[in-house]
């Protein structure tokens, strides 16, 4: 009993995926708290590109065509 819990304890296989699975959920929880924190500031710029957007010349546009 004693050499399975050893052999199981030292056993390495899955660790590099554990690892890369570390790593992107921390990635993602930085890039979610980045995204809290700046929302407003993101929403204004998509603001003012949808202001800009409006007023933008469509001349010879028509949408059937």
């Known amino acids: 009993m004693q050499a399975l819990l050893t052999r199981f ?5 899955g660790q590099g995926l554990t690892e890369y699975a ?9 890039l ?5 924190i ?3 500031a993101i929403g204004a710029i998509f603001d003012r ?5 409006e007023g933008a010349p ?3 546009y ?3 065509s």
């Open 58 to 60: 469509n001349e010879g």
């Open 22 to 30: 570390l790593i992107l959920a921390l990635i993602s929880i930085g």
């Open 9 to 13: 304890w030292h056993e390495e296989s």
């Open 49 to 53: 590109i949808a202001q800009v957007l």
């Open 62 to 64: 028509s949408p059937g």
């Open 32 to 36: 979610i708290a980045v995204l809290v």
């Open 38 to 40: 700046f929302r407003d």
